[in-house]
């Protein structure tokens, strides 16, 4: 099991300490996230203008508008993954009944060509008989 781990980093211009399992380098992904929308934001007049509180909310609605986002596309993929795991079942399905068919087939050829000799095996014995009775 993984350590969890302080850090300090800082958001906003203060620093904050976050705690996690996940590691140095993710934590520090977080923060930066976290600056990037707040930098985003700040570039809008309307929020400069707004309260804390709303800014808050505000910070809160756009990173809620990138997770569902994101969330969206990973249940695509998902989704789009699991289509493919059938097509691909569905595949080896018909690969598997194609190479049962063919040794079938090849089976039946066999079959035929031993009928085959055994009837020229058959005609050949039947024209000796006949040469023999016409001689």
Not at 7 to 20: A, M, Q
Not at 58 to 64: R, V
Not at 79 to 94: G, I, P
Request: charged letters at 35%; aromatic letters at 8%; glycine letters at 4%.
């Amino acid at each position: 099991m993984a350590q969890k781990i302080d850090i300090p980093v800082v958001i906003n211009g203060k620093v904050y300490t976050l705690s996690g399992f996940e590691g140095e380098d993710y934590l520090q992904n977080v923060a930066s996230y976290i600056n990037g929308k707040i930098s985003e934001c700040k570039t809008s007049e309307q929020y400069r203008r707004m309260n804390t509180e709303y800014q808050g909310i505000l910070l809160a609605l756009n990173i809620a508008d990138d997770y569902f986002k994101a969330k969206k596309i990973a249940d695509e993929v998902v989704k789009d993954d699991s289509e493919k795991e059938k097509q691909l079942y569905d595949l080896r399905h018909e690969v598997i009944e194609a190479q049962i068919k063919h040794e079938a087939s090849l089976k039946l050829v066999e079959e035929y060509k031993e009928q085959i000799t055994a009837l020229q095996r058959k005609i050949v014995q039947l024209e000796a008989e006949k040469d023999r009775i016409y001689e």
